[in-house]
T-cell receptor, first 111, second 116 residues
């Protein structure tokens, strides 16, 4: 069975500082990994996925299969980045491709 | 265009009552997922539909939980004889493609169920 771990429930950084949200996974197959974000009073939305290797809102994430990690990084945090961030792994389980989420990290960017 | 909608947004039920939660996916989306999100946790998979077919219900916590999508669009999650441990936010998500090609899931706002 697959598992996603986000070790930090809360993370605070100052505006302009670098930020890294950690995500580790366990899965025996080839994983597809995502970061979802939930801003205050908004719905969960996709931030980025590893297969597209894109940068969204200045965030990047690199899949490290050796360390089974998919950490989310941004060199200069902005106040509008304050939100709940979830790492998720997509894998077949039974007959459906399921998303398995971590427990989330609440990021607060201080002025 | 309209995103995924869910109703009601909030539901308070007395223990033992039955509840029905509705999800309207994005028009034309083949895949529909239900998740349960307990306080302080990430969403957990409940069940998956491809059109009207329920292909996976392995995440449903008990036989009190039942989901349907009879015409391949709107879906209803029903919980019978609610218990306090059913209190959670129930999220619905839809995806354009079927199981083999599904990638991005679009989430609804959720229904917050409180069982008293």
């Amino acid at each position: 069975a697959q598992r996603v771990t986000q070790p930090e429930k809360l993370l605070s950084v100052f505006k302009g500082a670098p930020v890294e949200l950690k995500c580790n996974y366990s899965y025996s197959g080839s994983p597809e990994l995502f970061w979802y974000v939930q801003y205050s009073r908004q719905r969960l939305q996709l931030l980025l996925r590893h297969i597209s290797r894109e940068s969204i809102k200045g965030f990047t994430a690199d899949l490290n299969k050796g360390e089974t990690s998919f950490h989310l990084k941004k060199p200069f945090a902005q106040e509008e980045d304050s939100a709940m961030y979830y790492c998720a792994l997509s894998a077949f389980s039974g007959s459906a491709r399921q998303l398995t989420f971590g427990s989330g990290t609440q990021l607060t960017v201080l002025p | 265009g309209a995103g995924v909608s869910q109703s009601p947004r909030y539901k308070v039920a007395k223990r033992g009552q039955d509840v029905a939660l509705r999800c309207d996916p994005i028009s034309g989306h083949v895949s529909l997922f239900w998740y349960q999100q307990a306080l302080g946790q990430g969403p957990e998979f409940l069940t998956y539909f491809q059109n009207e077919a329920q292909l996976d219900k392995s995440g449903l916590p008990s036989d009190r939980f039942f989901a349907e999508r009879p015409e391949g669009s709107v879906s209803t999650l029903k919980i019978q004889r609610t218990q306090q441990e059913d209190s959670a936010v129930y999220l619905c998500a839809s995806s354009l493609r079927g199981v083999a090609g599904s990638l991005e899931q679009y989430f609804g706002p959720g229904t917050r169920l409180t069982v008293t």
